[in-house]
């Protein structure tokens, strides 16, 4: 698994249709976090090319400024994964008619979470490059930061940040000595949307300890980053 973290985050055990209008739509792996009552959906969702203009006009709608900013602070070369997971997270939520939690995030560039009710995107939370971003009740905040104290150039934000509405650029941060914090995102909004996901070792570089999930459906994804986890073989793909 690495450290690369992906997948939707459930406060109940979703029902069959709505299974169904996913697995339509993406191929699954459903996990129950043991002992928890949470459930953890991955996707099978392709990394999207650098400049994909069908991923952007998906994700737009949803939260317009926070889209807008990452194009503006992205480079060509810049793939935006994090835009197909917003998507599906949005879809997911109007599925099982109840809020989750979208995420993806790894050691180097992601750290992406987005808490999303039926009725549209409530919070997100992401990285990009220099960049932290907050997007909140159509509030876009933005805070550059430095990466360490040896560093001599604060990261430049580009002028056409202020032709995007409602956008609240801050001051150039300082991490501390430790640097950028693993799944710091994630672990925030985690934790702000349910108890109990402590199991999944988020924040460590243990993630996902064996019997910390339980696979109980699979659909068109024969494997998946939280295999792992898993305390035995679980219910066949299909």
């Known amino acids: 698994m690495g450290h690369r973290v992906q ?11 709505a299974l169904a209008a996913i697995e339509h739509a993406y191929g699954f792996r459903l996990y129950e976090l043991t002992g928890r009552g949470l459930y953890l959906m991955d996707l099978a969702i392709p990394k999207p090319e650098p400049g994909d203009r069908a991923v952007i006009r998906a994700a737009r709608p949803l939260a317009p400024g926070y889209v807008d900013a990452l194009r503006v602070l992205g480079t060509d070369d810049d793939p935006l994964e994090q835009l197909p997971w917003l998507a599906a997270s949005a879809a997911v939520a109007r599925q099982l008619r109840q809020p989750v939690l979208g995420f993806l995030s790894d050691d180097d560039k992601l750290d992406f979470a987005a808490a999303v009710k039926p009725e549209g995107v409530g919070v997100i939370g992401d990285r990009l490059g220099q960049f932290l971003l907050r997007w909140e009740r159509g509030e876009l905040v ?21 032709l995007i509405p409602a956008v609240t650029l801050l001051e150039t941060g300082k991490l501390a000595g430790s640097g950028y914090p693993l799944h710091g995102n994630v672990i925030a909004e985690m934790s702000a949307f349910a108890e109990g996901t402590e199991v999944l070792g988020l924040g460590t570089w243990k993630i996902g300890p064996a019997g910390s999930l339980r696979l109980v459906e699979a659909r068109g994804l024969d494997h998946g980053l939280w295999d792992s986890a898993l305390a035995e073989t679980g219910p066949t793909s299909r």
Not at 153 to 158: D, I, K, V
């Open 142 to 162: 933005i805070q550059p930061f430095s990466r360490d104290a040896e560093e001599s150039e604060p990261p430049a934000a580009p002028e056409e940040l202020s």
């Open 7 to 17: 997948g939707v985050l459930v406060r109940s055990k979703p029902a069959v249709a």
